[in-house]
């Protein structure tokens, strides 16, 4: 399609919404004294392009899932992004005002509390990860037309996890993928590393197999041209990298340090002024395109998603839970075409390679790159396009914890599963083990934590995960577990399960995975000496079944033994202590891995570090005989 530039008026009317965009940007942060008016200005022609010559937006309904979408990775920029949506007609000007006010969701940097925001933004760094798994559902499930464009900043491309994901977007072709780079020269403190030399920036986007193209950020003419190529240009995404000014036309302001993050102060009333002597037409009105009617996104329903085949296993076989993981995953893939697998290179151990198998298309590869991996699959579930479980070794989410903590603010709906926990993974060694993992995805905001202790369980959490509201962890074991539900069981969110008990039981065991298996060997033993031991299966950590511990712990004295392959800190074992706080005439011993362990066998590990049978039964003689 050859390039029509565009008539001087349209050229004109978008030098005159920039200004505007930057006036209302100003008096936004003026309203609430606080902000980024010049890291606004700097992105006013390019936000003006960009609302109301490239994007086609459906305005009565934002998050269409066939309109293009638009991710501000430096969202501290969104004033300016609230600006362009006010303009284009979707909230009344005046509510700009209200920006950071405690009750407007126009906040420092933007979340999906409002309907125009797919993704909260603002931790730098993970913008283009987002964008990458938008254009990838775009262009291989969805099939549609819509683009994704990203705007980054110079500063936040310092940033390791923007390379990463720039890495994979060119892998993978992503040409409705446009990354705008808006290289203002300053970051909040002092100038960035690079500055002005777009050189660098075009040679290394080259390098990452990107179309680079270098423009004048502040040349509407110039934009308009690279978002066409942008447009046309196949088998690759396009980089625009755009030479801005910081405070652009804000007299003695642009281009000037120790402006970041400030509302302008009594120097706002003068910006104004000249910005509006510039503008030729102050009453100036555009619209964005509407949707083309060409290739429209599909409906899809991703609700009431379900095993294909109910789990098929015999009582006390041997199965790892990561296995089972695998089986179930491909069982709910053969339910819902929507079901997705992303791995970081681990698909032959998390097993998520059985949904690979069996639907190569729905299994995205991330390799080893994990920030990337997590921004990805939150870009992918925006707008309810897919529903996505991501796997990898337990520990190594923790490198991605912003990403899964911006996940929770931008309201995703991703399933993490961690396999390798514990110091039962044996001889790999420390840096391998998942000790932190359930600490951490405790800690995020409305998250569920699942810890089947069997393949039957496990199956069920996997089906329940692809239909729960929230970021969801699932926490699957490397050594083979005994099988002790039966196929039909059923399990619920935050329903433990009692699997042995005896109603002369003076003692309450409660362990997750692999320390299950070992709470139920330690009360095998306790019998012989006369002690009876009942044991219960929390099957969530979050939330945990508080009703049933407090309940059964009761029934065996308020004596509670908890044990679990992970480090004292916000694991199971904190979370019944917390669950028991607020009751009485409870003695509670938590069993843990309590340092940094070595590499061996796993089972020698298991005792080694006071999880086994053997210390379990050791607990529970010391609390009784208190």
């Known amino acids: 399609m050859a390039y029509h530039k565009p008539e001087a008026k349209t050229v004109q009317d978008l030098k005159d919404m920039a200004h505007k965009l930057r006036i209302h940007s100003i008096n936004a942060t003026e309203a ?162 690079l500055q002005h030399r777009m050189d660098v920036y075009r040679e290394r986007l080259e390098a990452f197999g990107f179309n680079a193209l270098v423009v004048d950020g502040h040349d509407v003419e110039e934009l308009c041209k690279a978002f066409h190529c942008a447009s046309v240009t196949k088998n690759k995404p396009t980089a625009i990298i755009a030479k801005t000014l910081k405070g652009k036309d804000f007299p003695d302001i642009e281009d000037l340090e120790n402006w970041h993050g400030k509302a302008l102060g009594a120097k706002a009333e003068c910006v104004i002024k000249s910005l509006q002597s510039q503008i030729v037409n102050l009453n100036v009105k555009l619209t964005p395109k509407k949707m083309c009617k060409g290739s429209l996104a599909p409906e899809v329903d991703i609700t009431n998603i379900k095993l294909c085949a109910p789990p098929n296993y015999k009582l006390g076989d041997k199965v790892p839970t990561r296995l089972a993981y695998g089986t179930a995953l491909a069982k709910v893939a053969a339910d819902n075409d929507r079901v997705i697998a992303l791995d970081g290179d681990t698909k032959n151990s998390t097993y998520s390679d059985r949904l690979r198998n069996a639907y190569p298309e729905r299994y995205i590869e991330c390799f080893i790159a994990e920030q990337n991996l997590v921004g990805v699959a939150i870009g992918a579930t925006c707008r309810r396009r897919t529903v996505a479980f991501v796997s990898t070794f337990a520990t190594f989410f923790t490198r991605a914890f912003d990403q899964i903590r911006m996940g929770a603010i931008s309201q995703t709906n991703v399933n993490f599963v961690g396999s390798h926990c514990g110091c039962s993974i044996g001889e790999d060694g420390p840096s391998q083990m998942g000790l932190e993992d359930i600490a951490m995805f405790r800690a995020i905001p409305g998250s569920t934590v699942f810890y089947p202790s069997d393949a039957v369980s496990t199956e069920r ?14 926490r699957t074991s490397r ?117 940094v362990p070595r590499s061996g066998p796993p089972a020698v590990l298991v005792d080694m570090y006071g999880i086994s049978a053997r210390h379990i039964v050791a607990a529970v003689n010391a609390i009784i005989k208190k």
């Not at 309907?115 to 254009?135: C, E, P, R, Y």
């Not at 959490?461 to 699932?474: D, M, Q, R, S």
Request: net charge negative; glycine share 10%.
């Open 32 to 193: 609430s004294k606080s902000g980024h008016p010049t890291s606004c200005s700097s992105l006013a022609e390019i936000m003006s392009v960009l609302f109301f010559q490239q994007m086609r937006l459906n305005m009565k309904h934002p998050r269409d899932p066939s309109s293009d979408r638009l991710v501000l990775s430096k969202g501290h920029a969104g004033p300016i992004l609230y600006a362009a949506w006010a303009e284009a007609g979707l909230f009344p000007i005046e509510e700009l005002k209200n920006l950071r006010k405690i009750d407007s969701d126009l906040e420092g940097h933007p979340t999906p509390r409002l309907n125009f925001i797919d993704v909260g933004t603002g931790s730098l760094g993970q913008g283009v990860a987002m964008g990458a798994g938008m254009a990838y559902v775009g262009k291989n499930y969805d099939k549609a037309d819509y683009r994704t464009y990203v705007i980054v900043g110079d500063g936040e491309s310092a940033e390791g996890s923007i390379w990463e994901s720039l890495h994979f977007a060119s892998h993978y072709e992503l040409d409705n993928l446009c990354v705008i780079f808006d290289v203002n020269r300053l970051g909040q403190s002092e100038p960035t590393s």
């Open 461 to 474: 959490a996997v089906e329940l995960a692809a239909n729960t509201k929230g970021i969801c962890f699932i």
């Open 479 to 595: 050594p083979e577990t005994c099988v002790i539900y039966n196929n039909d069981d059923t399990f619920a969110i935050g329903r433990g399960r009692v699997v042995r008990q005896k109603p002369s039981d003076e003692v309450l065991l409660i362990g997750a995975g692999i320390t299950l298996d070992e709470c139920i060997s330690a009360a095998e033993q306790l019998e012989k000496e006369c002690i009876t031991a009942r044991v219960i299966d929390p099957f969530t950590v979050k939330p945990l079944d508080v009703e049933l511990i407090v309940e059964q712990g009761k029934q065996c004295g308020g004596r509670v033994v908890v044990v679990e392959d992970h480090y004292q800190q916000g694991g199971l074992g904190e979370a019944v202590l917390s669950a028991l706080a607020e009751h009485r005439n409870f003695v509670v011993k938590h069993l843990f891995v309590p340092t």
